[in-house]
């Protein structure tokens, strides 16, 4: 079955960095388009961005945009993402979802989430 | 982007009634590409609809979702215990970004 297993909670600093991991099994890897989207306290949900398994390219949405870095291991269909001069506003839960097809698709299955704290 | 408001912010039904959530956007979603989520605490989220009427694999027929353009609707036609959860909307017909709505809570009366 299809799984997408996050790493742990996290607890930084303002001004650190968080890279969030998310191992894929049950499917071949590269065949999907992976999704990391957030949720802050009380807040919606928040798409991220994407990245092809395949080439490792991406599409950031803008506001993330010189501070998020998706890359992607595939010898062992793992997925990164490391979110950089972290403030208070960036505690979130940070989740991985799949996608079928590249932005134009549902996400059919997602990581339990990892939650990351930015506290002094 | 397009923006989903969601409604009501917060349902109280009991088991075995019907629930009607909405989900409207600030503008037309091509090609009603939309999709609803199920979400329970200490659980991933769960794909239920897709498209904004076909059901994701192994989700109940009590399960279905309807409309297009601006308007979509989710609808849970008896409700079960395990039904009391929050759901999203997403929208992913004008990317990026990929948005969603903020969130119906559906919570036992």
């Known amino acids: 079955q299809v799984q997408l297993v996050q790493s742990g909670a996290e607890v930084k600093k303002p001004g650190a960095s968080v890279k969030v991991s998310c191992k894929a099994s049950?499917?071949?890897?590269?065949?999907?388009?992976m999704h990391w989207v957030r949720q802050a306290p009380g807040q919606g949900l928040e798409w991220m961005g994407i990245?092809?398994?395949?080439?490792?390219?991406?599409t950031y949405e803008q506001k993330f945009q010189g501070r998020v870095t998706m890359t992607t291991d595939t010898s062992t269909s793992t997925m990164y993402m490391e979110l950089r001069s972290l403030t208070y506003e960036d505690t979130a839960v940070y989740y991985c979802?799949?996608?079928?097809?590249?932005?134009?698709?549902?996400?059919?299955?997602w990581g339990q989430g990892t939650p990351v704290t930015v506290s002094s | 982007e397009i923006v989903l408001t969601q409604s009501p912010g917060t349902l109280s039904l009991s088991p075995g009634e019907r629930a009607t959530l909405s989900c409207r956007a600030s503008?037309?979603?091509?090609?009603?590409?939309l999709a609803w989520y199920q979400k329970k605490p200490g659980q991933a989220l769960r794909l239920l609809i897709y498209?904004?009427?076909s059901r994701a694999t192994g989700i109940p027929d009590r399960f279905s979702g309807s409309g297009s353009g601006t308007d979509f609707t989710l609808t849970i036609s008896r409700l079960q215990p395990a039904d009391f959860a929050v759901y999203y909307c997403?929208?992913?017909?004008?990317?990026?970004?990929?948005?969603f709505g903020q969130g119906t809570r559906l919570e036992i009366k």
């Open positions: 979802a799949r996608g079928l097809l590249w932005l134009r698709s549902e996400f059919d299955y």
């Open positions: 049950g499917y071949s890897f590269t065949s999907c388009y």
């Open positions: 990245i092809n398994p395949v080439g490792g390219s991406t």
């Open positions: 503008q037309s979603v091509p090609g009603s590409y």
């Open positions: 498209g904004a009427s």
């Open positions: 997403q929208q992913y017909g004008i990317t990026p970004p990929i948005t």
